[in-house]
């Protein structure tokens, strides 16, 4: 009777440790990085419901305010060039895609140059890369002058790929009027 139970017990545990493993296998995506290599991994999904148009011009701007390690690239920033792999991952030419990002708030610092970065953080700035990448297929990389400002950094320490406009509140605002959807970071 006990080597029954045990065996009972034995084959249980066996089919369990065949399910977990078939979980563990099943949850292991495929990442993907068409556009911008190394950041904003995707998994392709073509039979997914809800594809972008390939015909479409889509017009975003990201309004990026969250901050994070100083060590590590930004996951808002991270984000701009997940929405770029994923629209190109579903075909979507890259030319259709209008995107700017404004940074402003705790995010002001990820465009510091890095002689300034260095010497705030005691590190390279990690978003610089991921900024030149993204202007490379067209994003425009913007900072609020406002939130410079009330960090107190001088805007000759902005790094040159970024704009320094007059304020995120009037760039968000101007970039809905001519139809940008707002997608808040």
């Known amino acids: ?6 065996a009972a017990v034995a084959i249980a545990i066996s089919a369990a440790s065949v399910l977990l493993v078939g979980v563990a296998r099943a949850a292991d995506p495929e990442w993907t990085y068409p556009t911008i290599q190394g950041y904003g991994k995707v998994v392709s999904l073509p039979q997914a419901a809800m594809q972008p148009s390939k015909e479409v011009e ?3 701007v990201f309004n990026l305010t969250a901050g994070g390690d100083a060590d590590k690239v930004n996951s808002s920033l991270d ?3 997940r929405a770029v792999n994923i629209f190109t991952s579903a075909g ?9 990002v404004v940074i402003h708030g705790p995010a002001t610092a990820s465009v510091l140059d890095n002689p300034h970065y260095r010497e705030k953080f005691s590190v390279d ?3 610089l890369k991921l ?3 993204l202007q ?4 425009k990389v913007m900072v609020c002058g406002q939130a410079l400002a009330n960090n107190k950094f001088s805007q000759d320490w902005v790094d040159s790929q970024v704009e320094i406009t007059l304020a995120a509140i ?4 101007m970039l809905e009027q001519q139809g940008y959807v707002l997608f808040p970071l």
């Not at 979507?92 to 700017?100: C, G, I, R």
């Not at 490379?136 to 994003?139: K, L, P």
């Not at 009037?170 to 605002?173: A, G």
């Open 1 to 6: 009777m006990l080597n029954r139970f045990l």
């Open 58 to 60: 889509y017009k975003v």
């Open 79 to 81: 984000r701009v060039a």
């Open 92 to 100: 979507v030419p890259v030319s259709h895609l209008h995107f700017v």
């Open 125 to 127: 700035n990690p978003n």
């Open 131 to 133: 900024i030149a990448d």
């Open 136 to 139: 490379r297929v067209g994003v």
């Open 170 to 173: 009037t760039d968000i605002v």
